[in-house]
């Protein structure tokens, strides 16, 4: 038996497409949690943590610079800077001219903010409170402020407002889409590194390559769910030479490690599987000439059988194809060679045909 090293074995590309392909219905289902989760946790930080809701108006005003004094002095100001501007007491003192004594200082500034401007000259200005009225009313005294302000400050000669628009709500969960989408991607690639990883462990025999990385023995051939002619002749062809001569056979099944041993097979399980042996041994009386026995077990044998293994001319391992079935096999093959009992190959049993054509191309 060779040392096991699946997960030292590198990666085939094709190998692992076709396994993925299997398991796509993974990463779909995760994919649809992740933006199930993203958008209910986005959902429930804007509608229900985002406190109560906000008003907003929008306004746009004319800057007019006083190039002839001070040349191209637009240059030093953006969107930023005006942001800033906005919040200052050199703006704000003049709002809260036009503004009752109720309203405060604070009030003012926490409301303010100045949006993307695509032109130095052409400033949007947003007012944001928690009641309509409120943000309609400080949107207008700043029309007052900033004309003062500008007729104020050197470098402006004036700040004229071309635009008021009423007090609409603040849109809330406005980027639901976007966090759906995030969700979705960040649930698929997750579910695609986890299949990788466990790619990576995977001990399943799908291909000869496979059984060939943990057994010396040949794999004689392998009999497709479908019972394809091709794999069947390749069956019979090398069982005919490489068990020339062998006068006494077993056939060992090897269960799927997963499969727990005292729960024990199902009826329609164990009637399925005499049947494969019953066909695996008629295909190599058909090779060699002579029906071997057929010894059904799984470890522990009893010392019988073991000694009954040795007189002979070794045993078959017949395996089945597909997820775990690697397991049990490494176990097997560790106990056969514990008690010297040579294995002259295995049969790879029940293959999807879909699968090895995809890989094969045959």
């Not at 010396?216 to 002619?229: E, M, Y």
């Not at 009992?341 to 090895?356: E, F, K, Q, T």
Request: net charge negative; charged share 25%.
């Amino acid at each position: 038996m060779k040392e096991e090293k699946f997960w030292q074995e590198g990666m085939d590309g094709k190998r692992f497409a076709l396994c993925l392909f299997r398991k796509v219905w993974v990463i779909l289902a995760a994919a649809l949690i992740g933006a199930a989760a993203a958008g209910g946790i986005y959902l429930f930080t804007a509608l229900v943590l985002g406190g109560p809701a906000q008003y907003q108006v929008l306004s746009q005003y004319r800057i007019y610079f006083d190039k002839d004094k001070y040349g191209e002095i637009e240059d030093y100001y953006n969107a930023y800077t005006w942001g800033e501007i906005m919040k200052t007491d050199q703006v704000v003192d003049f709002v809260m001219e036009a503004l009752p004594e109720d309203i405060t200082k604070e009030q003012v500034k926490a409301s303010v903010s100045v949006g993307q401007m695509n032109d130095v000259k052409i400033m949007p200005l947003y007012i944001t409170t928690g009641d309509a009225a409120l943000s309609e009313e400080i949107a207008q005294a700043y029309v007052y402020g900033l004309g003062e302000f500008a007729r104020s400050i050197e470098g402006l000669s004036d700040m004229q407002c071309w635009l008021v628009e009423p007090a609409v709500p603040v849109a809330r969960a406005a980027k639901t889409g976007n966090a759906v989408g995030f969700g979705a991607v960040l649930g698929a690639i997750l579910a695609f590194l986890a299949l990788a990883f466990l790619y990576i462990l995977d001990d399943s025999i799908y291909l000869e390559e496979d059984f060939r990385k943990r057994c010396d023995a040949p794999l004689l051939g392998i009999l497709t769910r479908q019972r394809n002619k091709e794999y069947r002749q390749e069956l019979l062809t090398n069982a005919a030479f490489l068990l020339k001569g062998a006068g006494q056979l077993c056939l060992i099944e090897v269960e799927k490690g997963k499969k727990e041993r005292d729960s024990g097979p199902s009826e329609k399980e164990s009637e399925g599987t005499a049947q494969d042996l019953e066909e695996v041994r008629e295909l190599l009386a058909e090779s060699i000439g002579d029906k071997p026995e057929i010894l059904r077990m799984a470890w522990p044998f009893a010392d019988q059988e073991c000694e009954k293994m040795r007189r002979g001319d070794g045993v078959v391992l017949v395996l089945p194809w597909g997820y775990g079935s690697g397991r049990k096999l490494t176990h097997i093959l560790m106990q056969l060679e514990k008690q010297q009992i040579s294995v002259r190959g295995a049969i790879l049993m029940g293959a999807d045909d879909r699968y090895l054509k995809a890989y094969y191309r045959k």
